[in-house]
Structure formats: C-alpha cells, structure tokens
T-cell receptor, first 115, second 115 residues
Framework: GAVVSQHPSRVICKSGTSVKIECRSL??????MFWYRQFPKQSLMLMAT?????????EQGVEKDKFLINHASLTLSTLTVTSAHPEDSSFYIC???????????FGPGTRLTVL | AQKVTQAQTEISVVEKEDVTLDCVYE???????LFWYKQPPSGELVFLIR??????QNEISGRYSWNFQKSTSSFNFTITASQVVDSAVYFC????????????FGEGTQLTVNP
C-alpha cells in the first residue's frame, strides 16, 4: 500500500516552455501533498504544501507564479513550471500523506532538464 | 525550530560488514516523529521506519535495526551484513507532532557497499 506515482519521470524542454508534472496517490486518498526540489548531492528542499481543494502554501523564496500547484482531487496534484529556464533544471519529488497521519510517501521523482 | 544532523556525508564499506548511520536531532517539542528514508540511485525515496517520541523501544526488521535514544537525541540506523543493494543515500527526518508541520530532513549519508 501507500504507492505514489509521478509522471513524467524525465522531461527535457526548451527554455521558455511550461512543463506539467503529475503526482498521484494510487491506493489511498491524500488530503495533503508536498512538492520538493532536490539538487545533486543535496537534501530535499520543500517547495510547497498542497491541500485538496485549497490554495497551496509556498515556502519562502519559492515563486508561486513560477511554480503553479493544483490539487484538484484527493489523488492528484500537479506542479507546472511556467516559462522554464535552465536554472529550473532539477529533480522534483512529490509526496503524499493520509489525513491525520504523519508519514509521507514519496513518488519516484521527475528529472527536469531545461535547455 | 527543528534540526536534523547526519554528520557522516559518505560511508564506504565492504559487503557483509555492519554499518551504522548516525542521526542527531534537535527539537523543543515533546511530541514528534522520526523517520528514515532510503534513496537509491533511481531517485525514489523509500520509507523505512517511523518512530514517535514516546516509543524508545529499539526496532529490528531483518538486517535493519534502529536505536532511538532520547537522552542523546539520536536515532541511529544499523545495517547488518551489508549488501551491494544497500548502496544508497539514507535520510533521517523529523516532524513535529502538530498538524501542518513540515518534514525536516538531514543532509543524507551516501552509503556505498563494495563487493
């Protein structure tokens, strides 16, 4: 149980385009989903917390207009990187948590490369 | 504020050796949860264990064991008879026991098990 999927696993795009990443909880309902960013050989950095049906809460320094998050259902959250630039290239990982529980289950990650 | 310290950046062992990964945490809360996650080269974070602050009982799961000591604020992870497949980055993490809390990660320990 507690499986989280992410799609796509890898994406290469041109500078200026937008990229959408999907995060799905496959066998449970996730009232809260989280989006992280990870640079090579570094720890995970929380970007935003997404609650179903409400606006996402962004961490300090994360541009909400740059990283659009939608959590339209209890099993799906999307992260859209708008007008991507090479500095947005990174590994993006989502996680999902059951209501009232502390454990976060992570997706397999999406490696974004912006040329 | 919470803090998790994994002082060992990289550890290299030979197969079948035992290895202990250290984790020291800081928090002012009396209720909190500690986690260990494994991140193999594929990138996905795999949940290994969750421990709440009121349960100091050590846990063993196959070749894995965890030693939680509140007196030293440590939550160490030991792999017995290590195998090449154990090679990964291991993250220790902490979350407060209050709703809406963020997961605080350590910097991770890169474990390499050589044949």
């Amino acid at each position: 149980g507690a499986v989280v999927s992410q799609h796509p696993s890898r994406v290469i795009c041109k500078s200026g385009t937008s990229v959408k990443i999907e995060c799905r909880s496959l066998d449970f309902q996730a009232t809260t989903m989280f989006w992280y960013r990870q640079f090579p050989k570094q720890s995970l950095m929380l970007m935003a917390t997404s609650n179903e049906g409400s606006k996402a809460t962004y961490e300090q320094g994360v541009e909400k207009d740059k990283f659009l998050i939608n959590h339209a259902s209890l099993t799906l959250s999307t992260l859209t990187v708008t007008s991507a630039h090479p500095e947005d290239s990174s590994f993006y990982i989502c996680s999902a948590r059951l209501a009232g529980k502390e454990t976060q289950y992570f997706g397999p990650g999406t490696r974004l490369t912006v040329l | 504020a919470q803090k998790v310290t994994q002082a060992q950046t990289e550890i290299s062992v030979v197969e079948k050796e035992d290895v202990t990964l250290d984790c020291v945490y800081e928090t002012r809360d009396t209720t909190y949860y500690l986690f260990w996650y494994k991140q193999p080269p594929s990138g996905e974070l795999v949940f290994l264990i969750r421990r709440n602050s009121f349960d100091e009982q050590n846990e063993i799961s196959g070749r894995y064991s965890w030693n939680f000591q509140k007196s030293t604020s440590s939550f160490n992870f030991t792999i017995t008879a290590s195998q090449v497949v154990d090679s990964a980055v291991y993250f220790c993490a902490l979350i407060r026991g209050t709703s809406g809390s963020r997961l605080t990660f350590g910097e991770g320990t890169q474990l390499t098990v050589n044949p």
